[in-house]
């Protein structure tokens, strides 16, 4: 690591019981070992005494903006939310766009210190280097957008919030926390909850401080170039977002069907792609902050079977789990779904995958109409999608049941019904088959908080996104199990430097880690190596699993559902084809340095410099 200075961080602190905020600075010798994010929130988690219960006062949730976030680095945006998941109960944290962590970077901050729990609704307001704890009766209970309306008539027009809806008030463990204005959201494990334990409401941002830079005339240089690159190669995803390439996800047998049984569903990725969307109801598209990619498209779909909508449209994973996973090709009432988790704060991931479960256990008859008090959860039922999602968000009904996560339902419900429920550690898969992608076993299988495909996003580098400087100049053999314990740990230990830095993961196929640390030089003045880099990225994951497994966490865990390791799909791209996870997983503990058993050794810990 190099000699250059560092910055002190400014933190802000609050303490919900006592209604209290100040701030306390991190030194710029131990600013430069965790960088921001997903980094810093590991550093306060890790200082901390115990694991507290995810939704116990004592609890933290630490809100980080990257590094680079509000800065013209391309798609430095990312804010890292981290705490203790109340759906897995083990390290939790999302990552989210928009405006939001640049803004915490203006009001003077470097992240949020979020302890205790309120006697009564609030809100935080966060701006001109202050923190205040407020009242937001007037907000609880209301949905996002409403809320957002309401909290930004007492603070700022132009404020930026993370907020909850009535999924994270009723403490949902699928409950996500939204970043507004726009629909972004920081979805996964289940953080909603954690806000809503400690009864905050939102979290309000209004800054006017400019960032400076260590040499912004070099910087706006360079950001011109990488910018107009990832423009130019990213032009079809500007032009369908992230669901475009839906058919081809289809053809390579990589899409999950009806609850992950199904292996072709050719005319029904068409008619819910972003292609498809887009020649239909399209109306432009958006950005986050510093973004040339545009990757949010925008909607209008007139009134027809269900309500006139304007706004964000489904991303890959939201229309891939309320489409494909539950047989579902009513494109209007995916649009409605996504629209009712945005509002209700869900995570589209974890809600859609509950329901294909919840249709599957209707379909075994291991839930009965009494339990689904009428419902009729079956395959392609739009209505039914549409309903579940809303009793999710309200924890009524089946919903309360389904809200729980599909490992805990599945635990109620009984039967066979864990053969079904699709996850690792308590997470649900997202939408991506590691039967097609045989990396993604040992990925969802080791990730932190569960099964993940953004802990490595392998299938980008098999099919284009080659990295160079991690060894990757082309595609490896996505069926072949050989290599992929060291294709995984590389990617791993990477992907946790774009959480800390606050940069898209979209960019990884026009970037390296040294793009990374040119751009860490240019803003802050530090520098660093690329091996400086990958070990702090190793630093980061080697540390999660840490807290992990205080928490009992080891190898029995590090595996998915069986359906996935011993059902192959019959027919279509990935005909006949399963991962063998226990070979992976050996060569990959090997690699680490952890014990058999899947812990970190003393000798590992002791070389990544961990305490």
């Not at 798609?75 to 999302?94: C, D, H, M, Q, V």
């Not at 999608?385 to 919903?399: D, F, H, P, R, W």
């Amino acid at each position: 690591m190099g000699d250059g200075d560092m910055r002190d961080f400014t933190i802000l602190r609050v303490d919900l019981t006592k209604g209290t905020s100040d701030s306390f600075t991190i030194k710029g010798d131990i600013a430069k070992q965790y960088l921001g994010g997903s980094g810093l929130g590991i550093y306060f988690h890790d200082n901390r005494e115990g694991t507290p219960p995810p939704l116990s006062p004592e609890s933290l949730l630490f809100v980080g903006p990257g590094l680079l976030a509000g800065t013209p680095v391309p798609t430095g945006s990312k804010t890292t939310f981290s705490a203790r998941s109340p759906l897995t109960e083990i390290w939790g944290e999302a990552t989210v766009g928009g405006f939001f962590g640049g803004e915490v970077k203006k009001a003077g901050f470097d992240g949020i210190h979020i302890t205790g729990q309120s006697s009564s609704p609030v809100y935080l307001w966060v701006n001109d280097g202050k923190g205040e704890v407020r009242d937001a009766s007037s907000a609880w209970g209301k949905d996002t957008h409403e809320a957002q309306d309401a909290l930004l008539e007492k603070t700022h027009p132009k404020a930026q919030m993370a907020i909850i809806g009535p999924a994270g008030e009723n403490l949902v463990n699928l409950a996500s926390i939204m970043v507004l204005p726009g629909a972004r959201a920081a979805g996964r494990c289940g953080l909603g909850a954690v806000m809503g334990s400690k009864i905050l409401k939102a979290i309000v941002v209004q800054g006017d401080q400019k960032l400076s830079f260590f040499d912004r005339e070099a910087l706006m240089e360079n950001v011109r170039d990488h910018a107009a690159r990832m423009r130019e190669n990213l032009e079809s995803m500007t032009k369908h977002g992230t669901s475009g390439g839906m058919e081809g996800v289809e053809a390579k047998g990589d899409l999950p069907i009806k609850n992950w049984c199904g292996a072709e569903w050719k005319e029904g990725s068409k008619v819910t792609s972003g292609i498809w969307a887009m020649d239909h109801y399209g109306a432009g598209n958006t950005a986050c902050q510093s973004c040339p990619i545009r990757c949010g498209n925008k909607l209008k779909m007139p009134k027809g079977e269900y309500p006139a909508f304007e706004g964000h449209g489904p991303e890959y994973e939201t229309a891939a789990g309320f489409g494909a996973l539950c047989l579902n090709d009513n494109y209007e009432s995916i649009i409605i779904a996504n629209d009712l988790c945005n509002r209700y704060g869900l995570d589209t991931i974890s809600t859609s995958a509950s329901i294909a479960f919840g249709i599957e256990a209707y379909e075994k008859g291991l839930l009965t109409d009494a339990d689904t008090q009428g419902l009729q959860l079956t395959w392609g039922n739009h209505e039914a999608v549409v309903k579940a999602t809303q009793l999710i968000g309200k924890k009524e009904g089946v919903g309360a049941l389904l809200g729980k996560g599909v490992r805990k339902a599945a635990e109620e419900i009984g039967g066979n019904a864990s053969e079904f429920a699709i996850h690792s550690k308590g997470l649900e898969f997202p939408m991506h088959d590691p039967r097609a992608y045989f990396d993604l076993a040992l990925s969802y299988s080791t990730a932190v908080r569960g099964a993940d495909h953004l802990s490595t996003l392998g299938y980008m580098v098999v099919e284009g996104w080659f990295v160079p400087e991690l060894g990757y100049p082309g595609p490896p053999d996505r069926f072949s199990n050989e290599g992929k314990a060291e294709f995984v740990k590389k990617l791993q230990d990477w992907f946790g430097l774009f959480d800390s830095l606050g940069i898209c993961k979209f960019t990884m196929g026009h970037i390296g880690p040294s793009d990374m640390a040119e751009w860490i030089r240019l803003v802050e003045g530090e520098k660093y190596t690329v091996t400086d880099l990958m070990r702090i990225g190793e630093k980061f994951f080697n540390m999660k699993r840490l807290y992990n497994t205080r928490l009992g966490v080891s190898r029995k865990d590090d595996t998915i559902s069986s359906r996935i390791l011993s059902w192959s799909r019959k027919g279509g791209g990935a005909d006949r084809m399963l991962p063998h996870l226990e070979k992976m997983l050996g060569e990959y503990y090997e690699l680490r340095g952890w014990s058999e058993e899947g812990i970190p050794t003393a000798e590992r810990v002791k070389e990544l410099g961990i305490e």
